[in-house]
């Protein structure tokens, strides 16, 4: 809420300066978002007296003046408003000045006149909205003073929070400035002079349903003069934020932000004999101020007479009961609205006002008749007319009370941590004008909306809330206050006692040793969008589909379905991402566009997706890997990213993870991802997964540099902890390897004979491709296999035997299986 | 023969040997003298063989000379190894030289991303004072992102986040990592000190300073007798950790529906901002909420922190706009290291 401190000043004393002000304001809870001079970029423009307005020798339009700006100083400007006359005071705008429109004010000529500046209109200063005439000053203005000084007007932004709906008002931020200041606060309600006619005369007042609408006040007045409001008030409403639009209608907007409570005026001549305030019929027809043509629902709540609705109760007047020039009479509404149904129907209508905003905050019942008097007030000062005799009142008995809320100030010590005395807390509290008294005996404390707990006699005091406060319900609220009126400046920070280890947990450990392995290995850490297009998501069913495996499955993401939003933002962002892949692969593009001819990007992210049981999450390692690995040295070659390269780097953060991956070939048009001659699904202990290198046919695919993926769902990332490994001294003698070499046909997979090699030779410690080549002696068709098998004997060649004949049951069922032929071995 | 003549020639092998090993050039060939000269079946032990037929008060006379003989071509070739193992080393040591001040090819270096870098800094410092770490869900219901966190349905209160919708009624993407404060006391007994890191979703226009995804660290402790100044002195720490050990903090009331009292923090710590910045919301937990997570407010209490990642990691990086975080440009990602 904008808060013009001129307009605060009336009903608080504030000695502060305004940045003091907006800092207490902030250190007790009502956050200021912003402090600006309003009419502070009025720059070179000051107050004039008008010495002489005499006719212009060759227009008849223009006006010659001269202008006082200082005691020698006299202007020569042309001047083409009407409104003018010789004594007078106006703004005049310097050569130099720069309008808020973006003109800026030069010397001129005009029909052969020089003229040395511009008299200014209120329209042209942004300050009203009148564009016809000079802005005519208080005739003791001080001379040559600048405008942004005599009219400027400081301006604090206050952040409102939902609860305190009470705030959106100037009199409610009195009332906390005053608990700040000590100073009391003012407020003298405008006295009307009522005429002869009464308000019944002709008009009735019906409330169909007391619970949507607890209290309706109407007022009469007739015989206004529709027209602008005064200067100050038009500027003052523009300080605060409103756009000013007739006197009538300023009224109550400045009711409005005087004491926070929407009203609305109808022209008496749009209005009927009775006026009803009822749910409205389904497809009821409303044509709102706003000129849109609404159809209505049957539960929103109308203002209407007995042929049609009028208004959108809380919300929005209707257009054919709008105050207009040719409005004689006004009827003002003053109400309290059903928060709630207020609030549905502004955003079914999508029609947030200011009276929405605040009815939707919930309104103080005795503003409704002080309101609707208030408004008339102000309407006969500025519109004249008479107010007639009497309010039409739904209910007078519907007065705001008192509520008693029981806390014992022990607890309220007890949360905050500070032992503030009972006497100081019912001080803090009567700043803002909650009394405390002494409870009478045991009570009943209210800890959450469905508990009491009951306080024996002497541990409970009893807050006395005033109905302004509807936002204090419970014992925690009043603890709350306490704290922000002693200043949580002044608590002393402690720490608490420890009794929980300190440690990070998995996975946040291994899923940082992980982070910490790529980003050493070159790779850098990504963080893409979870929410994502059509156009990248239509590739997601392939990888996810393909990461099988009993890790996968656990996750239910094979087997989930795409989620999608309801009211998504953008098309661009309307699903969740079931795989990393093509989000990496888009930041891979854009990476290349930037010119990053080689790179390495990987995330630790999730994935989303429905099942039949609920929405499901899981978490991924995405990688995405395109040209040198890293730089040649001078005169060298660089290595590239190829599908060994990857599957080198997977296995160092698999062997992290404690998993080992068997990689098998996809099927071919498992997927239009990945290159089906260079990808593989990943598989094994702890692992599941996919690599490859980009499809020659996918749109971002280009000859160099090549784009190389993987996606891996590895244990312990998400969830579960690799055991720790147990390991076996070696033995002081030397590891043994035995090097196989097998001519085996080209259609035999390697990961085949490395599987039948491990399986046959149990007591290898590991199985490694050494070498692997076609042609260069090989017969057409086979290719030269080298596996190394590597033992760890404890006494030298005590398992020679035992080695040789494991190799050779290797060899034999290869040969069986496969159709290999060895062509040589070698002991090392 | 004569013991005057075998005396010649062993002088004369001296002679000859030494003058040889003088013109020997390398320790190859200086292996190869050596070798030629004293070995098995070198000079020397050639000669000797014709000591069987010296009297035998000659023989050890013969003995002691063909000692001093072998001694010294022994020291001819020793010194002449020495001399000539040094031009060696000096000419390798020439051949293999290269130009030291070449700067050497570089690394490619990896780089991890700011926000979980944050987070990573976030759970260490809280680890220190007994926080664990857990992840909640990030596709929630209307219930646990809203209802059990005080924040009724229709409540003005509401409009402190606008929520993306799944087309599935109730379903909803999280808009804060509060949701989780609600999961983790139905699972878990007090004491509780948990942190809960992780991405949330708003229906928010994209701008310098906001985005519809972001992140948020939550934090939680639950205990007996927690109070407001103990939220004050681990937030203290907290703010310190992440700005550096002179960093100021200013704690002001704030509003969140699942706090009471709530608490706003503003840090200020002489960065390239100076002033005070606004980087956390906390409170002690509602007692609606404590009880909508199954623990008696009249025994337990603590407090809640909820803290947005990429406001604090703009504010320790100096990067002026939220939407680099997701661009991943490289040029950047490399620049943070």
Redesign the interface.
């Given at each position: 809420m904008r808060v013009p401190l001129s307009w605060l000043r009336e009903f608080v004393d504030v000695q502060l300066t305004p940045e003091q002000l907006a800092d207490a304001l902030t250190l007790r809870g009502l956050e200021v978002r912003g402090l600006e001079r309003w009419g502070g970029n009025w720059g070179k423009m000051v107050v004039g007296e008008l010495l002489e307005v005499s006719p212009h020798p060759r227009a008849d339009r223009l006006q010659l003046t001269k202008v006082r700006i200082g005691k020698d100083q006299v202007l020569e400007v042309v001047c083409g408003a009407r409104n003018i006359a010789a004594g007078q005071r106006v703004p005049v705008a310097l050569v130099g000045a720069l309008m808020p429109d973006g003109r800026l004010i030069e010397r001129a000529e005009k029909m052969g006149v020089a003229s040395e500046g511009m008299l200014c209109s209120g329209a042209e200063l942004d300050a009203t909205d009148d564009g016809d005439g000079i802005l005519i000053l208080d005739a003791k203005a001080p001379l040559g003073t600048p405008i942004s000084d005599y009219l400027g007007e400081d301006v604090i932004d206050v952040d409102v929070k939902p609860n305190r709906g009470d705030l959106l008002s100037l009199l409610g931020l009195a009332r906390e400035v005053g608990a700040i200041t000590g100073s009391p606060v003012k407020y003298a309600a405008r006295k009307i002079t009522e005429g002869s006619s009464e308000v019944g005369d002709g008009l009735k007042l019906t409330v169909a349903d007391p619970a949507l609408a607890p209290r309706v006040v109407l007022r009469v007045v007739d015989g206004v003069t529709v027209a602008a409001a005064p200067d100050a008030i038009q500027m003052r409403l523009k300080a605060a934020g409103l756009r000013s639009i007739s006197n009538v209608v300023d009224a109550t907007n400045y009711i409005m932000l005087e004491l926070g409570k929407p009203t609305h005026a109808f022209d008496r001549a749009g209005v009927g004999s009775g006026i009803q305030i009822r749910l409205a019929k389904a497809k009821e027809q409303l044509e709102t101020l706003d000129h849109v043509q609404r159809s209505l629902d049957a539960s929103d709540l109308v203002v209407a007479d007995e042929r049609a609705a009028l208004a959108l109760a809380g919300v929005m007047g209707g257009a054919s009961s709008e105050v207009s020039a040719t409005t004689k009479s006004v009827v003002i509404e003053s109400a309290v609205f059903a928060p709630t149904t207020i609030r549905r129907s502004a955003q079914r209508h999508s029609l947030r006002s200011e009276a929405s905003h605040r009815f939707e905050r919930g309104q103080e019942l005795d503003l409704a008749p002080l309101a609707a008097d208030q408004v008339a007030a102000l309407i006969t000062t500025w519109a004249g007319g008479t107010v007639r005799r009497g309010q039409l009142d739904s209910d007078p008995k519907a007065v705001g009370q008192t509520r008693d809320l029981t806390f014992r100030p022990e607890r309220v010590r007890q949360l905050i941590g500070v032992s503030i005395p009972d006497a100081e807390q019912t001080k803090l509290l009567a700043g803002i004008a909650i009394s405390v008294t002494e409870a009478k005996g045991a009570t009943s404390v209210p800890v959450t909306s469905k508990r009491t707990v009951s306080a024996a006699k002497g541990e409970s005091l009893v807050a006395v809330v005033p109905p302004w406060r509807r936002d204090l319900e419970l014992e925690a609220d009043i603890t709350e206050e306490v704290a922000r009126l002693y200043g949580y400046d002044r608590i002393t920070p402690t720490l608490p006692g420890r009794d929980l280890p300190g440690y990070l947990p998995q996975p946040t450990a291994l899923r940082d040793q992980v982070r910490a392995s790529l980003a050493a290995q070159g790779l850098s850490e990504a963080v893409t969008h979870a929410l994502v297009s059509p156009a990248l998501s239509n590739r997601h069913a392939e990888p996810v589909a393909l990461v099988t495996g009993l890790l996968a499955e656990r996750e239910g993401a094979a087997a989930s379905e795409t989620l999608l939003l309801s009211n998504p933002l953008s098309a661009d962002h309307d699903k969740l991402r079931r795989s990393l892949l093509p989000s990496l692969l888009d930041r891979a593009e854009a990476n290349l566009r930037y010119g990053a001819l080689s790179g390495a990007l990987f995330e630790i992210g999730r994935g989303y997706g429905g099942t039949k049981g609920g929405p499901t999450e899981w978490t991924r390692l995405g990688i995405v890997v395109w040209g040198e690995i890293a730089a040649a040295a001078p005169g060298g070659t660089p290595r590239l990213w190829d599908l060994d390269e990857l599957k080198r780097l997977i296995a160092s953060v698999a062997s992290l993870c404690n998993a080992a991956p068997r990689y098998l070939p996809l099927e071919t048009g498992d997927t239009t991802l990945l290159h089906p001659g260079r990808s593989a699904r990943a598989t094994g202990e702890g692992i599941a997964g996919l690599i490859g290198e980009l499809h020659p046919a996918a749109p971002e695919w280009r000859p160099s540099p090549r784009i190389l993926m993987a996606e891996l769902a590895l244990h312990g990332l998400s969830s579960g902890q690799p055991a720790v490994r147990r390991v076996l001294l070696p033995p002081g003698t030397p590891p043994i390897q035995r090097d196989v070499a097998l001519a085996a046909p080209a259609a035999v997979l390697i990961g085949d004979l490395v599987a039948l090699a491990k399986e046959s030779v149990k007591s290898a410690q590991s199985v490694e491709l050494f070498d692997l080549f076609a042609g260069g002696g090989m017969a057409p068709g086979e290719r030269s296999v080298g596996l190394r098998f590597t033992f760890q004997p404890d006494a030298a060649a005590a398992l020679d035997d035992a080695i040789t004949a494991e190799v050779d049951a290797f060899t034999t069922s290869a040969a069986k299986r496969y159709g290999t032929k060895v062509r040589g071995a070698e002991t090392q | 023969m004569e013991l005057a003549a075998l005396e010649k020639q062993l002088r004369t092998l001296q002679t000859e040997s030494i003058a040889k090993i003088g013109a020997a050039e390398t320790s190859a060939a200086l292996d190869e003298l050596g070798s030629s000269l004293l070995g098995k079946r070198g000079a020397l032990t050639d000669l000797l063989r014709g000591i069987g037929a010296l009297s035998a008060e000659d023989r050890p006379k013969i003995g002691a000379i063909a000692n001093e003989v072998r001694a010294a071509i022994d020291a001819a070739l020793s010194d002449r190894r020495g001399a000539a193992g040094a031009a060696e080393l000096s000419a390798l040591i020439a051949a293999e030289s290269t130009d030291p001040t070449?700067p050497?090819?570089?690394?490619?270096?990896?780089?991890?991303?700011p926000?979980?870098e944050t987070i990573?800094a976030i759970?260490?410092i809280m680890?220190?004072?007994?926080?664990?770490?857990a992840e909640g869900?990030?596709?929630e219901d209307d219930v646990t992102n809203f209802q059990l966190l005080n924040i009724p349905e229709?409540?003005?209160?509401r409009?402190?986040w606008d929520t993306?919708?799944?087309?599935?009624p109730g379903?909803l993407?999280r808009t804060h990592t509060s949701p989780g404060q609600i999961r983790t006391m139905r699972a878990v007994q007090p004491?509780i000190?948990v942190i809960l890191p992780g991405?949330c979703?708003r229906?928010?226009?994209v701008d310098a300073s906001h985005g519809?995804?972001f992140h948020q660290v939550e934090g939680l402790?639950v205990?007996r007798?927690?109070?407001?100044?103990?939220l004050?002195?681990?937030l203290?720490?907290l703010a310190r950790g992440l700005f550096g050990p002179s960093t100021r903090t200013?704690?002001?009331?704030?509003?969140y529906?699942f706090t009471?009292?709530?608490?706003?923090v503003d840090v200020s710590w002489g960065g390239a901002k100076d002033g005070w910045m606004t980087i956390l919301g906390a409170g002690?937990v509602?007692?609606?909420v404590l009880?909508n997570g199954g623990i008696d407010?009249?025994t337990h209490?603590g407090f809640a922190f909820g803290l947005g990642v990429e406001r604090i990691a703009m504010l320790r990086h100096e990067i002026p706009d939220l939407r680099a975080?997701?661009?991943?440009?490289?040029?950047m990602?490399?620049g943070l290291r």
């Open positions: - | 070449a050497g090819p570089l690394p490619q270096l990896g780089s991890l991303h926000i979980p990573a759970a260490r680890a220190s004072f007994g926080f664990t770490v869900q990030e596709v229709d409540h003005p209160s409009d402190l993306l919708y799944l087309r599935e379903r993407l004491p000190r991405r979703f229906y928010e226009a519809f995804e402790l205990d007798g927690t109070t407001l100044a103990d004050k002195g681990i203290d720490e200013r704690f002001r009331p704030g509003y529906p009471e009292p709530s608490v706003a002690m509602h007692p609606i009880e407010p009249e209490q975080f997701l661009e991943n440009d490289l040029r990602l490399r």
